[in-house]
């Protein structure tokens, strides 16, 4: 697609129950990234993948969290039994390569877990 | 492993000044540097980076940053400041000599700049 393409843009969500959050990244986009993003904070890397290949999951904060990108392409960031604490913004963004190529960032998706 | 630093939360300018928003870095080889402008409500825009070669690049809406290897800054400038500059700046760095599995980029805290008219 034209840019990153991030769904749902907002998810409200019970504490326990599991969300997936959605990134379809920029087509023949090699690279592949998940950061969060608190009001007024910068990105926190969480995960990156170039292919299908994660390649840093340091970033994610526990075993609840994980994500995967099975062909490639799109990518899905779970987070299991949902906390208040994982109210955030999370940002996906994709580059060509892994190179000195420009990451291109999504719109996000607001979750809010009540 | 890399890191950035904005030293300051906030900086207010007026509208015609000159304007420079300080990152400093830590890398233990060489860096890939990037700054990326947020607008209220906005996603993260990139402005500008810098890969290798001059080291003052120059970006999208007047700005510019300047890559100073010996102090580690990659400070932004723009001779003119315009309201509409008012946002959140990020600056970002990867690490050129690491592996595949250890190329994340890194986000500073950001700093907000003010416009005053």
């Known amino acids: 697609g034209a840019g990153v393409s991030q769904s749902p843009r907002y998810k409200v969500t019970k504490r326990g129950q599991d969300v997936a959050l959605r990134c379809d990244p920029i087509s023949g986009h090699v690279s592949l990234y998940w950061y969060r993003q608190a009001l007024g904070q910068g990105p926190e890397f969480l995960t990156y993948f170039n292919y299908e290949a994660q390649q840093d999951k340091s970033g994610l904060p526990n075993d609840r969290f994980s994500a995967e990108r099975p062909e490639g392409s799109i990518s899905t960031l779970t987070i299991q039994r949902t906390e208040q604490r994982d109210s955030a913004m999370y940002r996906c963004a994709s580059s060509l390569d892994r190179l000195g190529n420009t990451i291109y960032f999504g719109e996000g998706s607001w979750l809010t877990v009540v | 492993a890399q890191s950035v630093a904005q030293p300051e939360d906030q900086v207010n300018v007026a509208e015609g000044n000159p304007l420079t928003v300080k990152c400093t870095y830590s890398?233990?080889?060489?860096?890939?540097l990037f700054w990326y402008v947020q607008y209220p409500n906005r996603g993260l825009q990139f402005l500008l980076k810098?890969?290798?070669?001059?080291?003052l690049v120059k970006g999208s809406y007047g700005f510019e940053a300047e890559f100073n290897k010996s102090q580690t800054s990659f400070h932004l400038k723009k001779p003119s400041a315009l309201v509409s500059d008012s946002a959140l700046y990020f600056c970002a760095v990867r690490d050129k000599r690491l592996s595949e599995r250890d190329d994340k980029i890194i986000f500073g805290k950001g700093t907000r700049l003010h416009i005053l008219p």
């Open positions: 890398v233990s080889g060489n860096p890939y």
């Open positions: 810098y890969i290798t070669g001059d080291n």
